[in-house]
């Protein structure tokens, strides 16, 4: 009898689990969306939001600014994002992703500017290779630094 009313409890704890599992998910939507980023050396915080059906963005805007990372955005990050431009500099709210991929032989490190970034892929023997994704964000800069760090 007891063995029965654990196996009825353990079931029960399980499917609660279950079912407030997809509740308890992090948003990338407000606060949870933010995360630091570079322009030319100086550190800023930027808020992210994948937007669906990026072909048309890319195909009829060509203005979107491009946001450098050595991994996709929607993971967690080797090296602090690289963007291109902020406000009153040329900015566009929508961001395609460049994907930054060190070539054998080199050291992978954090870079700080986006001219960093093109002298590193320049040249015959360059540093790194940058892939362009289908992937647009809508990101918007909302403070220079980062919380915690001045």
Not at 26 to 49: C, H, I, R, W
Not at 51 to 56: K, L
Not at 112 to 129: F, L
Request: net charge negative; charged share 20%; glycine share 6%.
């Amino acid at each position: 009898m007891k063995k029965q009313i654990f196996t009825v409890m353990f079931v029960s704890a399980v499917l609660l689990l279950a079912l407030a599992a997809p509740s308890m998910a992090v948003s990338m939507k407000g606060a949870a969306g933010q995360m630091p980023a570079y322009y030319d050396g100086e550190l800023f915080t930027v808020n992210m939001k994948e937007m669906p059906a990026s072909d048309p963005l890319i195909l009829h805007n060509p203005n979107i600014n491009e946001i450098y990372a050595s991994n996709d955005l929607d993971e967690e990050q080797d090296f602090i994002p690289v963007i291109d431009a902020i406000q009153g500099e040329g900015f566009n709210p929508l961001w395609r992703q460049i994907l930054i991929v060190f070539n054998e032989g080199f050291t992978p490190h954090q870079f700080v500017s986006e001219e960093e970034i093109e002298a590193a892929a320049a040249g015959a023997n360059p540093e790194i290779t940058l892939f362009e994704t289908d992937e647009v964000y809508r990101c918007s800069v909302v403070r220079k630094g980062i919380r915690g760090l001045r």
